[in-house]
């Protein structure tokens, strides 16, 4: 079988090679056969041999990670559309209802996303980056199951080629493109991302079907203005709530993080500053506060709410858009946590504060860097300085 | 002694580390001195096809700096002149005679009383002046400075690499004389930084007169480059010289007997030779006569493709691909012979399990057995990426530099960035680890070789 595929390559290789008849194809060719198998290439500098680890494997651990909350929110999705229109549904039931809600939207991702750095590969001659298998898994999992594709194609499209390629591709962006993906939506497309119907699958179209009583709001709206019968901390933790596909289960995330620090492919210094940055405004608000208002709200229930932990645990721990010196990730990390309370409690037109501070925070990560370096170069010459 | 300790850095096993026996002093049908072996060094030829040489003969000079020339190893005849594209020099070839003649130079009797300019005048002479290399750059050092400090390794930690315990045991004496020697071209100290595990084992924990520091950790410990970095960093229009044990003992050799003398003992190691272990040899030896010594697996396969040797003149992280054609380097004392990985496995990034390979990625599982030593072969294992992972490279980097911001800074050509970032105190070799584990590819050494000699053509 194995053979049968290398053949089958080599077979087609000279059709795809630079000079064949589909030779503008090189790309697309050289990326599925990559895929296929290592490639045979050998060393060619000072450094005989490398490790075996790859940023395909890196990717692929990222996307490991994202399975709990991705299984999680199968089974939420169905779960709460079964509640908001009194189904009966077994779990097997729910987690099909989640899977036939999710397929399109991450075919549409892929499919968009996918074509759209392939065909920029082929124009630059580049190889086909690995980096949009995650962002392309992530974009669904940060969206509510309810937007329409087309928007998630538009989406999609202006986060790969405004927030990606225009730099030149994975590696060199500046922002996260998965959450530009999301900020996309919330700006030109308010209404399909913020409201109380927009959460719960199949629930705008048929209101007239459900069951009396019923709100489809999020935790955060609910505690915000003061509903009542807001979850408590332990269903938020377990994220039976609803909110974005993946964002809900902490417990699922938090599963998530340890294979991701494990295998240190995320830094598990943003995410610990992240969570004492959230804590820290939290508590500070609880001590100012009168009783009864947000502000009084506990501050620990901020980390199983909203987007807090997903973004804490795979967005802000992004390798390229985050701060990339020792010290800076915890400057990095601690603000992100801070300003997504400082948001949350102070402004009321959008309580999720999450996306808008890893964003504000990705366009200061250079900054933080910068100053992070500067005190390197300082003792640098400091050091010239005292050998004279 | 002062102990450092490094917390960072990387050790890599690999299969066929050479036995401590010696198999033969090599008698080869060829030797060849080539001036890629020195660094930013244009050669001006000396002597023709059919000249007689000796030992510790000039057989070319550098056009830039005339004053150093380079010697021809053994005495025997010129027998080709080998030139490459637009008739740049690329060997010169020798057929050694079955007895070495040696050029006689004036012995210096005590070398704590000679002046700097004698030892230097003596150094340059005979040719041996190539062994002292400067940092920055790591180039050949310049004899119209004055070093602030000359520091040596006593060990190497690079993988399989020859181990000093047992190549320079019995070469105390000369290498003694050598510190004494070169100490006079210093206003600082002569540093000689041992390994905290050989300690007292290691032949140059006995020499007297020179500052001792003993080394703890993984790679690059051994690196010169990081040691440097803790004992007397390098600012903007430092220099500090470096030499290597075994070109210690032939200075030491050069001033008490007068002759030219780079004999060597040299590993011969890696997982294609079927009985690794010592030859006694010259710099530009023939792999040939070397790999004959130790026998080489000729045949491999791989995931169903047939694999070759690839003969590499140094360790596996910083040597140089010579081919079974190529010659020892000059400055090289180990050869290994690992296998050319050009093989396709198939789905082998997405493989749970690779046993053959070794990761320091916890996304495989090479940390469930740390001591189980690898047969390394050349594939990338990967597809070259932009920067996308970061904090990998600091693992293994026990200095005080920032490696992406440095390598960026040589990407942009930047200059007053480099410098910035610490360009002055790296050469290749220290970074080689940071390539080895780039899980995007990305050819570091390369890149701080081009911002070096960005630097040179600046500098000039």
Known sequence: MGNFILKMMDKMKPTFSKGGKLGWLHSSFDAFESFAAVPATVTSGRTQIKDCVDIKRVMSAVIVALLPPFLFGMWNTGDLHSAAFGLDWGFWMKVWYGFYRILPLILVSY??????????????????????????????????????????????????????????????????????????????????ITGDSVWIGGMGKHADKLIDGFSGATPLAQVADGAAGAPDFMQMFIGNIAGSFGETSTIAILLGAVILIWTGVASWKIMVSCVAGALAVGLLANGCAEPGTFAAYPAVNHLVMGGFAFGAVYMATDPVSSSQTEVGKWIYGFLIGAICVILRLFNPGYREGMMLAILLMNTMAPLIDWCVVRRNIRRREKRAVTAK | ????????????????????????????????????????????????????????????????????????????????????????????????????????????????????????????????????????????????????AIVISAFNSAPLAADTKFTVKNDVDAMQIAVDALSKLTDGKVY?????????????????????????????????????SHLC?????????????????????????????????????????????????????????IVKAVGVKEEETLYGQECGVRYVSGNPLSGENVGRGGYLGFYDDQVTLLTEGNYRELFGWAKIFRPKKFSTSKTYFSWLCPKKAYKADTNVNGGERAFIVNGVYEKVLPMDIYPVYLLKAILAQDIEKMEQFGIYEVIGEDLALCEYICPSKIEIQKIVEDGINLMLKEMA
């Open chain 2, 1 to 148: 002694m002062e102990t450092i300790r490094l917390r960072k850095g990387l050790d890599i096993h690999l299969q066929g580390e050479a036995q401590k026996t010696i198999l033969q002093t090599l008698a080869p049908e060829v030797v060849a001195v080539r001036p890629s072996d020195y660094k930013q060094v244009t050669p001006k030829l000396l002597v023709q096809e059919g000249d007689v040489v000796k030992a510790g003969q000039f057989l070319f000079s550098d056009k830039k700096r005339p004053e150093i020339c380079f010697s021809s190893p053994v005495s025997g005849t010129v027998k080709a002149i080998v030139r490459g594209e637009k008739r740049k020099l690329l060997a010169v070839e020798i057929t050694p005679d079955a007895q070495t003649e040696y050029v006689k130079f004036e012995p210096v009797k005590e070398p704590s009383k000679a002046t700097a300019d004698e030892i230097k005048k003596r150094l340059l002479d005979s040719g041996l002046w190539a062994c002292i290399i400067q940092r920055p750059y790591g180039i050949i050092a310049n004899p119209a400075e004055t070093p602030k």
């Open chain 1, 111 to 192: 499919i968009v996303g996918l074509g759209i750095e392939f065909a920029v590969a082929q124009v630059r001659g580049h190889e086909v980056n690995e980096g949009y298998l995650v962002t392309g898994f992530l974009i669904p999992m940060i969206m509510p199951i309810d937007v329409p594709l087309w928007v998630l194609a538009l989406a999609v499209a202006f986060a790969v080629i405004f927030g990606k390629e225009i730099f030149g591709g994975t590696g060199m962006n500046i922002w996260n493109p998965a959450l530009l993906a999301r900020a996309f939506v919330f700006f030109a497309y308010p209404s399909t």
């Open chain 2, 192 to 228: 000689v930084n041992i390994s905290a595990k050989d300690d007292n084992a290691c032949p140059l924990s006995m020499l007297r007169n020179v500052e001792k520091t003993l080394f703890k950790g993984k790679h690059p410990a051994g690196c010169v480059g990081v040691q440097i």
């Open chain 2, 233 to 289: 960093p390098i600012g903007k229009g430092e220099v500090v010289w470096t030499l290597k044990p075994q070109d210690l003992a032939a200075i030491g050799r050069l001033l008490s007997k007068g002759i030219y003398d780079v004999m060597r003992l040299v590993a011969v190691t890696g997982p294609r030779a079927i009985n690794p272990a010592y030859v006694r040899c010259t710099p530009g030896c023939s792999i040939e006569s």
